[in-house]
């Protein structure tokens, strides 16, 4: 969206409401937060273009890939792989009435300057209009070739057991001496220097 990457969706309206108020609530510490935000529900719904087709709704949430929007199922996806861009529509007074659209990109307007929306459940604002579009495959994850018989996935596979060891002893090492920082010495370390043992300490 305008150049943002998103996983699972980006929202307006309501529910993107109610996370800009949470995270304002947070900062400010304010105990109110949950009635300010019902007090929210009270409100008009969101008036949009999409595609240059007047919509007003509650709720509208662009997803990557089909979402499930029963009752007891929000946000159940059949599949992650589909390569294509669904957006939902709910004008009631409780979102559950979804109209749905899909294809592979969206305009969205929205009046004003700044645009509030929730990308994967974290406050955002962009300039209207939105442009979504979808980029089937742009996604690459890591995964073990294969794994040892204890189900401990390791960097070489390839690796005796004891390398794997030695391997794993010198990153805990490196981690350790990153941890302590500048100005912070390993005691064994300066006690070889001294000529002693930590027990003559």
């Known amino acids: 969206m305008n150049g943002r990457l998103f996983l699972n969706n980006v929202s307006l309206g ?31 719904p969101l008036h949009a273009r999409v595609d240059g087709r007047a919509v007003a709704a509650r ?3 662009v997803a990557n890939n ?4 029963s009752l007891f199922t929000v946000g159940e996806r059949a599949r992650l792989d589909e390569g294509r861009l669904h957006l939902y529509a709910a004008s009631g007074w409780l979102p559950n009435d979804w109209h749905e659209r899909q294809g592979e990109r969206f ?3 929205v009046p004003g300057d700044r645009v509030a929306a929730a990308l994967d459940g974290e406050p955002v604002e962009f300039e209207s209009p939105l442009n979504f579009e979808t980029l089937p495959r742009a996604l ?7 794994t040892k018989g204890d189900g401990a996935v390791h960097d070489n596979p390839e690796a005796t ?3 794997q060891e030695q391997a794993q002893s010198g990153r805990r090492q490196e981690e350790e001496e990153a941890m302590r920082g500048p100005g912070h010495e ?6 070889k220097r001294a000529g002693t043992g930590r027990d003559g300490e």
Not at 28 to 44: D, K, P, Q
Not at 140 to 146: Q, S
């Open 14 to 44: 309501l529910y993107a409401d109610l996370v800009h108020r949470r995270e304002h609530h947070r900062r400010r510490g304010e105990t109110l937060a949950g009635l300010r935000a019902l007090g929210r529900l009270a409100s008009g």
């Open 59 to 61: 709720v509208l949430l």
């Open 66 to 69: 089909a979402y499930d929007l």
């Open 107 to 109: 305009a969205v307007d």
């Open 140 to 146: 690459r994850v890591l995964i073990p070739a294969e």
């Open 161 to 163: 057991d004891e390398e």
């Open 186 to 191: 390993d005691p064994d370390e300066a006690a």
